[in-house]
């Protein structure tokens, strides 16, 4: 029998969680111990990084399964393929950043501290379970108990609203995973139900009746557009950025609502082929309104958490894109944009956070001119910004590229369009630098530039910019095999055009 | 009049768990007129678990063997029978517990001492100096659940009457009997009682409709007249629907919850958990039966009605307990968009709507009885703080207490690996594996709706700041800890390993005709 990699990775995150939890009360090793499980979880990641290869003809890798509830048709399936691994290292790397991140950010009495940094490691724990099962009902189980620790990292720790940002983020949650319960059942009972009729490979390739696969694909969709977060459901977002800690936001934004596009990928299109070319006019028009939209409030928005919260409204619509236009190279491009955007937002997140721990306001309007106060601050906003932006040569260039270019393969005037809100993201990136960074010097107090600690936290995440701008190949390498498959599925040979393809299967049926 | 009266055969052995809770009950009484005053607790208290326990014991030891129709067919001993039974006596013994519990002091503390008299009188006064003790809960508490017990396994109208009455008239009692806040306990009694009495009433005047409709109170009488449809429809719908008040009363569906919340608010706590947890059990358990083997005929004209009534139950319990600010009518209102999503999985109407109606109630009892325990023991200067402002900051006072409702109200969510979610999960499978998704929906949107308010009361309790309150959790004794404790981890393993459970429901969910 083969290493158990996922299941480690599952629990190591979980062990760790409790361990730090049942800290004594005065201890000063929450922080470290935390820190430690995260790196380890790490370091299990990157030893089943070497584990997989990209080639193989397998469609999921270190797969375990085992049945679980064998009367629901229920099994205890994990396996990866290239999105859902590089996924996983996404937050594999990002939660130890957001340790070190919020390494101050919680005093140590009574046993805060323990709470919040247990229920850090109980994300991760759910976000690499979300991104591993292979099972309808094992996801499904993954995808809500990861409410619960951003529920409590909401609303234990933040602003001054913060019981009522959690609330809301928990309620959209709920009641989209809720429609997607029914889906979720329905699914199961229009395939081979029996002992495992829940495994994602029992499912693919179902003989749906046209209605059937409609009504299950948009309990699907909607939970996902809730998720990722789409136009018109993303006004959950804003509120909870805005009032979570900056760490928890980059978990939440960074990582957490991908698993929105992911699901996306991963059952709407390869469960549902039919109902997704059906939908993807709509989908499409939505996509855009959210680039649109998320882009123009992101520009007359003051608040500096808010603000990047928005730019992720656009940018989510964007990687919806890449994934609608059902070509290998939109696909493989809103994948890759996935991980950069998480990077991206880290950055963003955790400068904000920085500027704001000094400054104590997220108003834009009380900064400017901070270049001259905090050099290398500004500096890394600069970056990060530019890496919103897609500076060639940085991290999103290329996978924006990819999404631009196969959007125009198969729908030309969508494309100007796409690439419109290219144009705004330039828009709000620069601006808000501007109105944080340049200007005369301003009448501070003594403020201390980045600290030793805080320079850690961004180095990884600037790697990750350069490294992703200049060499992603063995990313996408280890992506475009997915996306190809999960293309296949839907029934679509690379670039040939979705509508045909849909008119010539409907007829069929 | 030739016919000769031929005594039925009755088969003693299948209903000795019955008979064994009855006779309990009745020595309880017996106990209370005899026994000194100082004694009756240390006396009550081990014969009633006792009662309770060999109970159990004969039932898993016997009643597989005694399957079967008895008592002249009146009484049907079958999978769902004996595995609601089972379910009824460990619930009760878990309640029991919780209603023993005496924090210290030397009186059970919810109850009060003089249930008949009048609040703030001159009786109330000389009972309390004279240190009366209230441990007449115990045999009432047995007694009810031996009409419990005879509900779920009652194949006859009049003996489901008749249990009916003997559930419910202890607990009319029960309910009057909290110690503080007398007036608002005997209010609740009263109501109780007279509505529970409509009610009773309703289900008598569908049970005679019935009986004018088959000529028959048995329910296998009942199925055939239905099959070989012997005219005068007009009678056996109404006959239906009448019956069904009188049972849907029971379970507190909308529109016959009216009482719910204050009675719920009114009784003493551990009687509200009681009466939550195994009243439910019970008359579903009945709902099931009538429904499944009685009148399953005529399905086509009483499902959409009962899901009218689903919809409208887990609709108006869900928007409504959003808006309460007491914990207990929180819980009464959630207890009754529970009974929408129970009736839900009923409305299936195959092997998977029963055992996963079944497994609902197991699961749904686990979590309220101690639910309900846990509120009994959040006090502030000596009364139960039960308004939602007063949980504020709980978590810091009592970490452990405060974690365990906080699961307990993610199981009442209905979030994975807590048994509210397998619970969900396996009746809206029923439901929409038979063309009942709309039903589901309407499910899902209300448990969403439920949500809201779970969660702000478990962000009352884990949030800082807010440190003005004296709301305290009080020690409680090894009784009630055991009783939370055993809620939780079944909770837990319902939710984790559900499989036993399931397979026992599955494998149990066929009625005899």
Redesign the interface.
Not at chain 2, 413 to 417: A, D, Q, S, V, Y
């Given at each position: 029998m083969n290493f158990p990699w996922l299941t480690t990775l599952l629990v190591l995150p979980l062990v760790g969680a409790l361990v730090v939890a049942l800290l004594p009360r005065a201890s000063s090793a929450v922080r470290p111990v935390a820190l430690g499980f995260s790196l380890a979880s790490l370091a299990v990641g990157v030893g089943a990084l070497t584990q997989f290869s990209a080639g193989s003809q397998e469609q999921f890798q270190l797969t375990e399964i085992y049945p679980w509830i064998p009367q629901f048709g229920v099994s205890y399936a994990v396996g990866v393929d290239g999105i859902s691994l590089t996924m996983i290292l996404l937050g594999l790397i990002l939660v130890p950043v957001c340790i070190l991140a919020a390494w101050e950010d919680v005093p140590a009495d009574g046993r805060r501290q323990h709470t919040y940094f247990a229920m850090m490691l109980a994300l991760l724990a759910t976000m690499i379970g979300v991104f591993a099962a292979i099972d309808v009902f094992l996801f499904y189980v993954f995808f809500e108990a990861m409410l619960l620790p951003v529920y409590f990292l909401i609303a234990m720790f933040g602003g001054t609203r913060r019981g009522r940002a959690a609330t809301t983020f928990l309620l959209y949650s709920l009641a989209g995973g809720l429609i997607m319960l029914v889906a979720v059942i329905g699914v199961y009972l229009a395939g081979p139900r029996g002992t495992d009729g829940f495994l994602l490979s029992n499912l693919e390739g179902l003989d749906l009746s046209v209605a059937a696969g409609r009504w299950l694909f948009l309990g699907f969709f909607i939970a996902f557009a809730i998720k990722a977060p789409m136009w018109p459901v993303h006004t959950w977002l804003p509120l909870a950025a805005e009032q979570a800690r900056p760490a928890t936001s980059v978990l939440l934004i960074g990582v957490l609502d991908k698993v929105g596009t992911y699901g996306m990928i991963r059952f709407c299109l390869t469960l549902f082929p039919e109902a997704s070319q059906w939908a993807t006019p709509v989908v499409l028009f939505l996509a855009l309104v959210s680039m649109v939209a998320g882009a123009l409030l992101a520009i007359g928005q003051n608040d500096m958490l808010r603000l990047i919260a928005y730019t992720s409204v656009s940018h989510f619509g964007f990687i919806v894109l890449g994934i609608f236009v059902f070509t290998t190279v939109g696909g493989a491009g809103a994948t890759l944009y996935m991980i950069n955007h998480g990077f991206t937002t880290a950055g963003l997140f955790l400068v904000a956070g920085m500027l704001i721990v000094r400054h104590g306001s997220r108003d834009i309007r009380d900064y400017g001119g901070w270049q001259r106060v905090t050099p290398v601050i500004a500096g890394v906003l600069l970056f990060s910004a530019m890496s919103g932006l897609a500076l060639p040569g940085l991290n999103s260039f290329i996978s924006e590229f990819m999404v631009v270019l196969g959007v125009f393969e198969n729908y030309p005037w969508l494309g100007v369009v796409g690439a419109f809100g290219v144009v705004l993201s330039a828009l709000y990136m620069l601006l808000m630098y501007q109105r944080i960074a340049t200007g005369p010097r301003p009448v501070l107090a003594e403020v201390p530039d980045m600290t030793g600690r805080e320079k850690l936290v961004v180095a990884p995440i600037i790697v990750a910019f350069l490294a992703l701008g200049f060499f992603p190949k063995p990313v996408l390498d280890v992506l475009e095999p997915a996306v190809q498959q999960s293309l296949q599925q839907v029934g679509i040979q690379d670039s040939v055009p979705a509508v045909d393809t849909a008119n010539a299967e409907g007829s069929g049926r | 009049m030739t016919e000769q009266f031929v005594a039925p055969a009755i088969n003693y052995t299948g209903l000795l768990p019955l008979i064994i809770v009855l006779v309990g009950g009745l020595v309880g009484v017996l106990v209370e007129g005899f026994a000194s005053r100082g004694a009756r607790y240390a006396v009550q208290l081990p014969v009633a678990v006792a009662t309770l326990v060999l109970a159990f014991v004969a039932l898993v030891v016997l009643g597989p063997r005694s399957h079967g129709l008895t008592a002249a067919d009146t009484i049907a001993i079958d999978g769902p029978a004996l595995l609601l039974q089972g379910l009824l006596l460990l619930i009760s013994l878990l309640a029991l517990l919780v209603m023993a519990e005496r924090l210290g002091g030397q009186q059970a503390d919810t109850f009060t001492q003089a249930g008949a008299s009048t609040p703030g009188s001159a009786e109330e006064a000389y009972a309390e100096r004279h240190g009366a003790s209230s441990t007449e809960v115990f045999p009432l508490s047995l007694l009810s659940v031996a009409g419990m017990m005879l509900f779920v396994s009652a194949n006859d109208l009049l003996l489901l009457f008749i249990a009916l009455e003997v559930l419910s008239l202890p607990l009319y009692i029960l309910a009057g009997l909290a110690r503080r806040r007398r007036l608002l306990s005997q209010e609740a009694s009263l109501k109780y009682f007279l509505l529970g009495s409509f009610s009773s009433a309703f289900f008598l005047f569908g049970s005679v409709l019935i009986y004018g409709y088959a000529g028959s109170m048995r329910f296998g009488d009942i199925a055939a007249a239905v099959t070989a449809n012997v005219g005068m429809d007009g009678l056996l719908i109404p006959g239906i629907l009448l019956l069904a008040v009188g049972l849907l009363f029971k379970v507190g569906a909308v529109p016959f919850h009216a009482w719910t919340p204050d009675v719920y608010q009114g009784a003493p706590t551990p009687v509200t958990g009681f009466m939550a947890a195994a009243t439910k059990i019970a008359a579903f358990g009945a709902m099931l039966r009538v429904f499944y083997v009685a009148v399953e005929g005529v399905r086509a004209d009483w499902q959409p009605i009962l899901a009218a009534v689903a919809t409208l139950t887990m609709v108006v319990g869900a928007m409504l307990s959003i808006v309460q600010t007491d914990v207990k009518r929180i819980l009464a209102y959630s207890s009754i968009a529970h009974a929408g999503f129970v009736l839900v999985g009923l409305i299936a109407l195959d092997q998977a709507g029963i055992s996963s109606t079944m497994f609902y109630l197991t699961a749904y009892a686990f979590m309220t009885i101690p639910a309900f325990a846990i509120v009994g023991l959040v006090r502030s200067s000596g009364t139960e703080a039960s308004q939602i402002g007063q949980w504020a900051g709980l978590g810091?006072r009592a970490?452990w207490t405060a974690a365990a409702f906080t699961f307990l109200m993610?199981a009442f969510?209905?979030?994975?690996?807590t048994s509210g979610?397998?619970g969900?999960?396996?009746v809206?499978?029923a439901a929409?594996?038979q063309g009942w998704?709309w039903l589901?929906?309407v499910g899902?949107?209300a448990?969403?709706v439920t949500?809201?308010i779970y969660?702000?009361l478990v962000?009352l309790m884990?949030?800082?700041g807010d440190e003005s309150g004296d709301t305290v959790v009080a020690t409680p004794s090894m009784l009630t800890v055991f009783a939370i404790v055993a809620g939780v981890v079944v909770t837990l393993a319902l939710g984790v390993l559900?499989?036993p459970m399931?397979?026992l429901a599955?494998s149990t969910a066929a009625f005899l005709r």
């Open positions: - | 810091k970490p993610l969510t209905g979030i994975p690996l979610f397998t969900k999960f396996a809206f499978a929409i594996s998704a589901a929906v899902v949107l448990s969403a949500a809201y969660f702000k962000v884990w949030r800082g559900p499989s399931l397979d599955q």
